[in-house]
């Protein structure tokens, strides 16, 4: 991706652009690219392969094929961009499954305002404020393929407001919106057992462009997340999970070509554009839990969002599970550090 549509990803959604060049920006679903939930954040934003729970819908919907109960719903908060240029904006995310038989059938909706906004006319002058907001519906179907393999699929869609720049100022300029899917494959072994090897590979947000009222598309934040996990009992009260996460986008260079002609094309892109994230949870009798992580990535590029260390902690009471966790950037990108997530999920 080229660093015209980089800047306008980031800063488009943060900053009024002083150049008197028309501009338009939708923040390009970058709610698909936040991590949600505080217990995947709490180990550097890893989920492709962690232990399946409610949020996996996000992460990687054939993990629910491998849940225990009948269904649970969850609840994730996220304040986001507090710190740059008194700009807030804010993350909530629900999502929920339900499980019959060897079918489980998932669905999430997220939603995103996107801060107070000046609207000003043609001319330039200001006729109030607005807090536009993007949000995405989608739902999910997972399926074991034997004991240790599982699959699933997600279809969403995605509603994001336009905004035209002008050298006079910014007008509202309606909605756009955009259909997308995920795929994900699940492997774990042995499954249920106390220690457990786990793998897990989703690529997400494949599908239509987002389309400007100019007549310009450009890609949805196509990605491809590849994890690996183990996870035992070094006493009787006492667990540890490692985790290893690659993320790489899948969003190609030139925006004119087809999507899966994209799909490949972005293997010929930059590799600082990928990331890596490594995580640690701890567990004392599977109630109390402590997690940290650490990724690795460029300041140079969105999707690699920099470098940053993040820890976190949960407690689960009965069937009531609460997550919190801490991210701060190490890489001086302020959109990305002092972020604080808070995760509640109920379990059936």
Known sequence: MNKKALILLVAGSILWPAAPVRAQFANQALLEIITPDARSAGMADIGSATAPDVFSQHWNVAKYAFVIDTGAVGLSYTPWLGTTNNYASHLAYVAGYYKFGKHVVSASVRYMTDGEIDNRDL???LYGTSSPAQFSIDAGYSH????YFSIGAVVRYLSLPQFVETGAGRYADGR??????????YFRYPSLAKNEFALGLAIKNMGSKVEFSDGNKQFLPMAMYLGSRYSCFFAEKHGLAFAVEINKPLVPEDQTKSLFGGLFNSFENN????????GAEYSYTEHAFLRTGYHFGSA??????????????GVMWH???LDLSYQLNTSGIRSTTNII????????
């Open 319 to 321: 069937r009531l599970t």
């Open 176 to 185: 756009t919106g955009a259909f997308a899917a995920d795929l994900g494959v």
């Open 300 to 313: 140079e590029y969105l999707y690699a969002a920099g470098s940053y260390v993040s820890v976190g902690a």
């Open 144 to 147: 074991p393929l034997g004991k």
């Open 271 to 278: 590799i600082k554009e990928w990331g890596i994230s490594l």
């Open 341 to 348: 997530r808070a995760s509640l999920q109920y379990r059936f």
């Open 123 to 125: 001319s330039g002058q």
